[in-house]
């Protein structure tokens, strides 16, 4: 039987031996290779433009990590693909937040058109605010007659809307009311002379104060009867005037005028109007409503003898004023246009920030690019 020498029972066999040094050449080449590529990047980092240093940073992380999993063969994962999967994402989501704050700029210019159109367009065309102003009493209206050939017979103040039977109608009765004749040349032709009579009003609308007027007219060569009158705001402005003529001038140029028919009785129901213009003048207009009521005539008169009979007495006791409003304010415009802007400077301010990151990551991804193709 042969025995093997004792020290070969501990020498440890070739193939263990082998395997070790194997192991240990592959370990030296690992750290050889990691050495030249460490030496490699920041050689191609020296080469490239100077950067931000929180960008370095981030490029050193990103090559380290883009390069490193190439050589670690043990892993076998796909971190690169992932991560371009992942900037590719972002970059997308940046595209399409960049359109949508685009659109919202392009929005925000259009309400800036459309609030500056508004408010010009409001400033043109004022709106009418009407209001109401209850009075005890009014100023008693000048009533402006133009009798021509025909004759006042009575006038009469009378309260609340009682008017007694006639007394000898077509004579001569009693004339309680002011009463002023004027002769004026016509304001339009300059040519024609007027004859007017001007009457106090009524003035107590509480009381429902009227005046009642009767004209005889004989005879006529027209084919139409009628009486012309008008009225203006203030009788006592009229007796107050020193140019009555020019006074009377001015009133026909501005105030309408209206006829009552022979035959009838024409109860006229007077409202006043002020209206505030633009340049701060008030001005006076009358609105009437006027009822027509046929007269029986029991005389025995020729057709030709005719009479007139009219009332005049306010409505209600509300002066309805009418003026001009603006509704275009210009704090809220310049409060509205100064949150657009604001809206505008934000928007812009996050595009300029989103292309920043853009351009970051395209030269992020250059450098990785350059440094592979350097590395290869």
């Known amino acids: 039987m042969h025995l093997r020498p004792k020290e070969s029972l501990h020498r440890p066999p070739v193939s263990v031996l082998f395997h070790w040094l194997c192991k240990q050449r592959s370990t030296i080449i690992y750290h050889h290779y990691r050495a030249e590529l460490s030496e490699e990047v920041e050689h191609v980092a020296e080469h490239l433009e100077p950067v931000e240093e929180g960008e370095m940073d981030d490029d050193q992380e990103d090559t380290s990590s883009a390069i490193l999993p190439v050589l670690d063969s043990e892993s076998g994962t796909s971190s690169p693909s992932v991560r371009f999967s992942k900037t590719c994402l972002k970059n997308v989501f940046s595209v399409i937040l960049l359109f949508i704050y685009l659109l919202l700029m392009a929005v925000a210019v259009f309400l800036v058109y459309q609030t500056i159109t508004d408010f010009r367009e409001k400033l043109k065309h004022p709106v009418m605010s009407v209001s109401y102003k209850e009075v005890p009493l009014y100023d008693a209206p000048g009533i402006a007659l133009y009798p021509g050939k025909a004759q006042l017979l009575s006038c009469k103040h009378h309260y609340y809307d009682h008017i007694p039977p006639l007394i000898n109608p077509g004579q001569p009765g009693e004339i309680e009311c002011t009463t002023q004749r004027i002769n004026y040349t016509d304001p339009f032709t300059n040519q024609t002379m007027k004859h007017a009579l001007i009457v106090q009003g009524p003035r107590d609308v509480k009381k429902r104060e009227l005046v009642f007027l009767q004209f005889h ?84 008169q020729p057709a030709s003898d005719q009479l007139f009979f009219v009332v005049f007495e306010w409505k209600d006791p509300f002066i309805q004023k009418v003026q001009a409003i603006v509704t275009a304010n210009p704090w809220n415009m310049i409060a509205l246009l100064c949150g657009i802007f604001l809206a505008l400077f934000k928007a812009a301010d996050f595009a300029k920030l989103s292309v920043k990151w853009m351009i970051k990551i395209r030269k992020r991804h250059l450098k990785r690019s350059q440094a592979m193709n350097h590395i290869s």
Not at 233 to 250: A, G, I, N
Not at 258 to 277: A, C, D, H, Q
């Open 217 to 300: 007219l004989n005879e006529t060569d027209q084919d139409f009867s009628a009486i012309n009158y008008l009225l203006f705001s203030s009788f006592q402005d009229f007796l107050s005037s020193p140019d009555k003529t020019e006074f009377m001038k001015d009133c026909e140029s501005s105030y309408s005028s209206w006829k009552f028919s022979g035959g009838f009785r024409t109860w006229v129901k007077m409202s006043l109007v002020k209206t505030k213009e633009e340049d701060g003048r008030e001005t006076v207009e009358f609105k009437q409503e006027t009822s027509v009521v046929n007269y029986i005539d029991q005389r025995h």
